[in-house]
Antibody, heavy 119, light 107 residues
Framework: EVQLVESGGDLVQPGGSLRLSCVAS????????MSWVRQAPGKGLEWVASIKQDSSATKYLDSVKGRFTISRDNADNSLYLQMNNLRAEDTAIYYC????????????WGQGTLVTVSS | DILMTQSPSTLSASVGDRVTITCRASQSISTWLAWYQQKPGNAPNLLIY???SLESGVPSRFSGRGSGTEFTLTISSLQPDDFATYYC?????????FGQGTRLEIK
């Protein structure tokens, strides 16, 4: 059974930093692109970042470029999102997602971890 | 960036109804479109990819159509479990963008 378990969400002040983690199990982690998708409270879904299987390529939403870094450790089946210079508008539930083998769609999602940026 | 617009924003329907949700792209995305269902407090669940391919395990009452800029998600006979919010997104290019969502509620 595929499982994605996020952690690291917290209350942080504007300008602060946070590192989200996602541990994957139930599939060959190194075989799939992985992504982060977020959802502000009561709002819709927003793709944030994606990373290729071997970390040779990354993609970012423009509003997080230069502030967020997606990374992975295939030996530990782990996905990360380092978030720096956080803004109030980054407040959201952050979901770790698995991309399907052939399409940039998200077939498995974690339960999400809440990031709140507020003073 | 490609803008995805869903309509309607809210849809009221009854069990057994046939309902259709529309998703329009601001430019052609071929068939690079997916649909998700999300229930309150839960993560989204993939329903359809490549505009019309049904994800494994998804009931056959769900179907998707379209290409280019206009797409539809149809539920042929609403079941109680189908009342939820539905999202489309394109994956023609980065950034991937989602529609704003369609809330399907019980009439």
């Amino acid at each position: 059974e595929v499982q994605l378990v996020e952690s690291g969400g917290d209350l942080v002040q504007p300008g602060g930093s946070l590192r989200l983690s996602c541990v994957a199990s139930g599939f060959t982690f190194s075989a799939n692109w992985m992504s982060w998708v977020r959802q502000a409270p009561g709002k819709g879904l927003e793709w944030v970042a994606s990373i290729k299987q071997d970390s040779s390529a990354t993609k970012y939403l423009d509003s997080v470029k230069g502030r967020f870094t997606i990374s992975r450790d295939n030996a530990d089946n782990s996905l990360y999102l380092q978030m720096n210079n956080l803004r109030a508008e980054d407040t959201a539930i952050y979901y770790c997602t698995r991309n399907t083998a052939r399409d940039i769609v998200f077939d498995y999602w974690g339960q999400g971890t809440l990031v709140t940026v507020s003073s | 960036d490609i803008l995805m617009t869903q309509s309607p924003s809210t849809l009221s329907a009854s069990v057994g109804d046939r309902v259709t949700i529309t998703c329009r792209a601001s430019q052609s995305i071929s068939t690079w479109l997916a649909w998700y269902q999300q229930k309150p407090g839960n993560a989204p669940n993939l329903l359809i990819y490549r505009a019309s391919s049904l994800e494994s395990g998804v009931p056959s009452r769900f179907s998707g159509r379209g290409s280019g800029t206009e797409f539809t998600l149809t539920i042929s006979s609403l079941q109680p479990d189908d009342f939820a919010t539905y999202y489309c997104h394109h994956y023609n290019s980065y950034p991937i963008t989602f529609g704003q969502g369609t809330r399907l509620e019980i009439k």
